[in-house]
C-alpha cells in the first residue's frame, strides 16, 4: 500500500507541567517539552489526511542519547528530506527509507506514527484492527518516583492503591531501595503485583546488594545495569532469583534477539519510542512469544496521544504483563486530547477509532504550544 504522499509536515513543542515531580535515578522532571509532529498526507484520489505523532525523547539525553532539541533537528534536518526524497510511501516503509540513517529511534518513531495515524484516518481503520489487537481492555500499572522519606512513599502507593492500578512499579537508586521495597510490599500485602525499576544505577559488582529483593515476591527488576553491559544482565539473571527485565538496553528487534540468547532478558519493557516505532515494536513482541519471553508495554510520560497508541500495542497477546499504561491523570492535570486514557477496575480500554485511538482538544493544544515550524 505505498500509495501516500507527505505534504506538508509541522513540528510542534508544548509545554505540559506534570502534577507533581517524578524523580528517577536518572534526574527529576516536573514538566515535559513534548515534540509533535503533524504530517498530511495524500492519498491516489487526492484527498488529504492529517496525521500526528508524539516523540518520546526528554529534555535532556539521561534516559537515552536523544534529546527534544536533537530530535527536531534531525528530523527537520535529516529525516524528513531522506523521506521526501523516497517518493510515495506508507508506514510499513518509513522504517525501511530511514534506515541508511543511523541511530535516533525516537525521532524516527514519531515520523512513523504520524505517518501511521494519518494513514489509518485515511483507510478508516482502527489501529486496533490494523495491529490485530486481541484484548479490549489490558491491566494498567503505574511508575512511581523515587521519594526521599519512605512515609512519603507509602502515601504515594496508598493513593495509587486507591486509584485502582492493578501492578506497582518503584523506582530505585543505590539508597533508596531495599528498605523502600520492603515497606511497600508490607503496605500492599505479599500479592499485589510489583516490580522495581532502577535505570542503569547499579553495577555488575552489586548482585549480592540486589538479592536482598529475592524475599519480596518481584514480579521483576527493570534495567538495574548500564544499556550497553548486556553481558553483566546476563550474570545478574544467573546471581539474583528476581527476572531481570531490560528497558534502555532494547533498542532493536536484532539486539533483543541477541540479548535473550546471552540469558540478559528474561522479560522485555517494549518502548515503541524507544526502538524506532509501533512497527519494530510489534517486531520485538513477535520475537519474545517465539522465545517465551513475558513482554510488557513501556512509558516515556506521554500525553494523550502516546498513550492511545500504547494502550492498543499492549493489547497484543503477548503483553502478558501489566504495562506502564496509567490514566493521563498520572501525569497531567489536563491531556491534549478530548478522550484522555482513564482506568476503570484497574484497567484501560482499549481504543478503536480510526487511527492511532486519539481525538485532540486543538484548543488546549495551542495553549500549550510553545513553538511551531512547518516543513514543506
Ligand atoms: O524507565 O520506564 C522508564 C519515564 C520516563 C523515562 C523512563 C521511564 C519512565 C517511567 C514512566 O518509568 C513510565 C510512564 O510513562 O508511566
Ligand atoms: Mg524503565
Redesign the pocket.
Known amino acids: 500500500m505505498t500509495n501516500f504522499q507527505l505534504g506538508l509536515v509541522e513540528l510542534r513543542r508544548i509545554a505540559m507541567p506534570l502534577v507533581s515531580p ?1 524523580r ?1 535515578s536518572f534526574g527529576s522532571q516536573s514538566a515535559r517539552d513534548i515534540l509533535l509532529v503533524r504530517v498530511e498526507l495524500a492519498a491516489e484520489d487526492g484527498s488529504v489526511t492529517e496525521g500526528w505523532g508524539e516523540c518520546v525523547a ?1 529534555s535532556e539525553p539521561s ?1 537515552s542519547p536523544e534529546y527534544v532539541e536533537g530530535a527536531q533537528h534531525v528530523i527537520e534536518h535529516h529525516l524528513l528530506p531522506q523521506l521526501r526524497s523516497t517518493g510515495r510511501l506508507d508506514a510499513a516503509g518509513v522504517g525501511a527509507a530511514l534506515s541508511k540513517l543511523h541511530g535516533h529511534p525516537m525521532a524516527k518513531a514519531a515520523i512513523e506514527m504520524a505517518v501511521l495515524d494519518a494513514q489509518l484516518r485515511s483507510t478508516e481503520t482502527s489501529f486496533a484492527s490494523y495491529l490485530g489487537a486481541t484484548r479490549t481492555t489490558i491491566p494498567s500499572g ?2 512511581v518516583g523515587i521519594h526521599d522519606s519512605v512515609d512519603d512513599l507509602l502515601n504515594t502507593v496508598q493513593g495509587y492503591v486507591d486509584d485502582g492500578y492493578v501492578r506497582i ?1 518503584l ?1 530505585i537508586e543505590p539508597g533508596s531501595d531495599i528498605e523502600h521495597v520492603a515497606a511497600v510490599r508490607e503496605l500492599i500485602g505479599p500479592d499485589t503485583p510489583l516490580q522495581v ?1 532502577a ?1 542503569t544505577a547499579y553495577r555488575r559488582t552489586d548482585g549480592q546488594h540486589l538479592r536482598q529483593l529475592d524475599p519480596f515476591n518481584m514480579l521483576l527488576i ?2 538495574p545495569l548500564p544499556e550497553a553491559d548486556i553481558i553483566g544482565h546476563a550474570l545478574l539473571a544467573a546471581e539474583v532469583d528476581t527476572p531481570i527485565c531490560l ?1 534502555e538496553s532494547l533498542v532493536s528487534a536484532s539486539g533483543t534477539a541477541d540479548a535473550i540468547e546471552l540469558g540478559a532478558c528474561e522479560i522485555a ?1 517494549i518502548k515503541p519510542g524507544r526502538v524506532g516505532g509501533y512497527l519494530e515494536a510489534v517486531r520485538i513482541h513477535d520475537l519474545c512469544v517465539a522465545k517465551n519471553i513475558p513482554v510488557w508495554c ?5 500525553t494523550g496521544i502516546g498513550r492511545a497508541a500504547n494502550a492498543v500495542l499492549a493489547a497484543l497477546p503477548g503483553f502478558t504483563l501489566p504495562g ?1 499504561i ?1 490514566a493521563s491523570t ?2 497531567y492535570a489536563q491531556d491534549i486530547v478530548i478522550d484522555p486514557i482513564t482506568i476503570t477496575d484497574g484497567h484501560v480500554t482499549v481504543p478503536t477509532s480510526p487511527g492511532l485511538g486519539f481525538e485532540l482538544d486543538k484548543t488546549f493544544l495551542d495553549q500549550v504550544t510553545t513553538r511551531t515550524t512547518t516543513l514543506r
Open positions: 517524578f528517577t526528554l534516559y503505574v511508575s512499579k523506582k525499576d535505570n527493570e534495567q528497558d519493557n513501556g512509558g516515556m510520560l506521554e506502564d496509567s498520572r501525569f
